[in-house]
């Protein structure tokens, strides 16, 4: 099946459109108030229940008004509550789940692979403090998205999402694309942590040493969570919104 590929330049955003992402940005700065994981070595900082939505957003609006929902919605609710580890660029990891689920549902999935590669080793390789020079093994769910991104899985997933198929084997799609989604947005805010707190830690590398070793199989387990809620949440939601004629990733 081959699922269908626009560029952002032949974009026409309707009253509709935009109607659609206000509403959900809305739903999206609100969902920011809720806690899900508290941020290791942040008192007081928290990972928001938006972590959950926002590759569902990519899939339901489309890459660029799934974008443009996240971006203002996230920014509003860390305004409002401070509670990002990565300050005022706190919303960017969920805007980069996505547009990642977006390219996704519209088979962009070649530029979306060379991305994540290049932003892989940019984390990896980080000057001093990467990953990939202090404790490589961190890396090793990262490299699992990278797999199941390049590999059949992602096709079949989804190919299956633009059918009808029975909710079972919906929630199995919004799943892979979910998992894909929110280690692509994990990976942009790891690069972003490492950019904001290197200037003050560039010489403690037992500090980065011991972040990366301690979250080797925490972050893992973050991600799996959010993936498993998302399906559960997303796999009825767009089986509603197909049912009222909503096409799905349209912008």
């Not at 992402?21 to 290791?40: D, E, G, I, R, T």
């Not at 706190?90 to 789940?97: K, L, R, T, Y």
Request: charged letters at 10%; one cysteine or more.
């Amino acid at each position: 099946m081959q699922t269908r590929q626009r560029g952002a330049s032949n974009l026409r955003f309707s009253t509709r459109d935009l109607a659609a992402a206000a509403s959900f940005a809305s739903l999206y700065a609100a969902l920011w108030f809720l806690p899900l994981f508290p941020v290791v070595g942040a008192p007081g900082k928290f990972f928001p229940l938006t972590s959950v939505l926002a590759p569902l957003m990519g899939l339901i609006l489309g890459p660029y008004l799934g974008l443009m929902a996240t971006s203002i919605g996230g920014f509003i609710g860390w305004s409002i509550t401070q509670s990002g580890a990565l300050l005022f660029l706190s919303f960017v990891p969920g805007a980069a789940a996505s547009f990642c689920s977006g390219l996704l549902y519209r088979g962009e999935w070649k530029t979306l692979l060379l991305s994540y590669t290049v932003l892989f080793f940019a984390l990896a390789l980080y000057p001093t403090v990467g990953p990939g020079w202090l404790f490589p093994f961190f890396l090793w769910f990262q490299v699992l998205g990278l797999v199941v991104l390049a590999s059949p899985v992602r096709l079949k997933a989804v190919n299956s999402m633009h059918k009808h198929t029975a909710l079972f084997e919906l929630g199995w799609a919004v799943g892979v694309v979910s998992f894909i989604a929110t280690l692509f947005g994990h990976v942009v805010g790891v690069i972003i942590f490492q950019m904001l707190y290197f200037p003050a830690f560039y010489s403690e590398v037992d500090y980065w040493r011991s972040l990366w070793q301690g979250l080797t199989l925490l972050y893992p387990l973050e991600r799996s969570i959010i993936s498993l809620l998302a399906t559960l949440i997303g796999a009825p939601l767009i089986n509603a919104l197909r049912t009222h004629g909503f096409k799905l990733g349209e912008r």
